[in-house]
Structures are given as C-alpha cells and as structure tokens.
C-alpha cells in the first residue's frame, strides 16, 4: 500500500506565503511524475503544478506561474509546494497526487489531469484571508 501525506496548510494573509510539503511511504514503486492538485467548495479538483521524475520537469497553471514552485526531494519520494504572494482566491484543500510509472496502461495522458494520477493524499487546508 502507498501513503501520500501532505503537510504545511493553513491560515495566511493575503501577500503571505506557505509551503506545502508531500512525502510518499509504503510499497516501493517507480514515480513517473507528482502534482499538486486544489478544491474549492463546490468546486472540481484543479491542477496547480506539477513535476516530472524524468528531467525535473515542472508544470504549473496559468493562475500560479511566477508565485508557485514545485519541487522534489531526490533522496525520498517527495515534493514542496511553496507558494508565496498568496491570493484569497489560492484558498483550497490543496491535495498531492503521485503516478506510478510501472503500472500497465493504454493511451498516453497530459499530467496535468487528475487521472493521470493513481495515489493520492488526504489534503491539507490552505486558507487566504484578504
């Protein structure tokens, strides 16, 4: 079984900044690729950014380009979300999501949509107030 934890939520100011931290434990497997996800109340699960294994490539949303970094941890299977000049509308269960590149699949999909993903975390509440 996989566990995906994340960390680091909470209440903030807008202006102010949060890091969001995801550590992966449990069965070994190979990752492909992490991302963080984000709902708002009566809202779909968006994607905020994202990172491949492969290259360190990042991927973020258009709203968080130039306010968000994605990052990895290379001696565990983690990621850091920091987020600064945080905007009332950043307020959401902020969730982390892993993809395992061993798994058989057919068809190709973009990492930035959530079913690109197999293991997912709990989420964490970050809260922006103006």
């Known amino acids: 079984q996989v566990h995906v934890v994340e960390s680091g939520g909470g209440l903030v100011q807008a202006g102010g900044s949060l890091r969001l931290s995801c550590v992966v434990s449990?069965?070994?497997?190979?990752?492909?690729?992490m991302g963080w996800f984000r709902q708002a109340p009566g809202k779909e699960r968006d994607f905020v950014a994202g990172?491949?294994?492969?290259?360190?490539?990042?991927y973020y949303t258009d709203s968080v380009k130039g306010r968000f970094t994605i990052s990895r941890d290379n001696a565990k299977i983690a990621v850091y979300l920091q987020m600064n000049s945080l905007k009332p509308e950043d307020t959401a269960v902020y969730y982390c999501?892993?993809?395992?590149?061993?798994?058989?699949?057919?068809?190709?999909?973009?990492?930035?949509?959530?079913?690109?993903?197999?293991?997912w975390g709990q989420g964490t509440q970050v809260t922006v107030s103006s």
């Open positions: 449990g069965r070994a497997f190979n990752v492909a690729a």
């Open positions: 990172i491949r294994w492969s290259g360190d490539i990042t």
């Open positions: 999501a892993a993809r395992d590149s061993g798994l058989l699949r057919i068809g190709t999909i973009s990492y930035l949509n959530v079913n690109a993903y197999d293991y």
